[in-house]
């Protein structure tokens, strides 16, 4: 039973370019939360996405993030324009979808370096 | 001021010794809370989860919530080479259902 899984593991960018972020959730899942982890801080609340649907992005920056969960295919967070403040480590989480309280399950990360 | 506080630590202790971890908070909205453990470079990974106050125990492990303090624990019990890593407390309430995660305490368990 695979958990969630998260590609690349590790993704180099230069700043300016585009950094893209996939993350498969658990089988039976249908929720999907991204978080950041910066160096020496804990991890951030980004953006709670159901299939086809934006729940929460309280915590996504204002611009050059944007996040989806398409019908088909996994979770994508999307960085445009990426600046060296955007390194960091990007976990996905997922959830059965039942209601609140649910557990979630973290995935192994992305680490984004940017140049 | 941060909702949830949490010591970074680093915390070195000797195999066989009881582990005290805790994490405060402020948001009185909270009712979902957690332990996760991470490994270096790994994702968390949930250890304990407990609804409102009260124990829990598995294992070697132990947490408790106090409410009215806005308080809550982790004891580990003969703590191992293997409980090295971070704990990261992490809360849930006032629906949303995203996470609070406190810092992150490093533990080392030294032989």
């Known amino acids: 039973n695979a958990g969630v899984m998260q590609n690349p593991r590790h993704l180099v960018r230069r700043r300016g370019q585009e950094a893209r972020l996939r993350c498969s959730p658990m089988k039976g899942h249908s929720h999907v939360y991204w978080y950041r982890q910066l160096p020496e801080e804990g991890l951030k609340f980004m953006v709670y996405?159901?299939?086809?649907?934006?729940?929460?992005e309280s915590g996504m920056p204002k611009e050059r993030f944007s996040a989806e969960f398409p019908k088909e295919g996994p979770s994508i967070l999307r960085i445009q324009q990426v600046v060296r403040g955007d390194s960091a480590a990007y976990f996905c989480a997922s959830s059965p979808g039942q209601g609140s309280g649910e557990t979630q399950y973290f995935g192994p990360g992305t680490r984004l370096l940017v140049l | 001021q941060k909702e949830v506080e949490q010591d970074p630590g680093p915390l070195s202790v000797p195999e066989g010794a009881i582990v005290s971890l805790n994490c405060t908070y402020s948001n009185s909205a909270f009712q979902y809370f957690m332990w996760y453990r991470q490994y270096s470079r790994k994702g968390p990974e949930l250890l304990m989860y407990t609804y409102s106050s009260g124990n829990k125990e598995d294992g070697r492990f132990t947490a408790q919530v106090d409410k009215s303090s806005k308080y809550i624990s982790l004891f580990i019990r003969d703590s191992q080479p293997s409980d090295s890593a971070t704990y990261l407390c992490?809360?849930?309430?006032?629906?949303?259902?995203?996470?609070?995660f406190g810092t992150g305490t490093q533990l080392k368990v030294e032989l």
């Open positions: 992490a809360m849930e309430g006032g629906g949303g259902n995203k996470l609070t």
């Open positions: 996405l159901q299939k086809e649907n934006i729940i929460d």
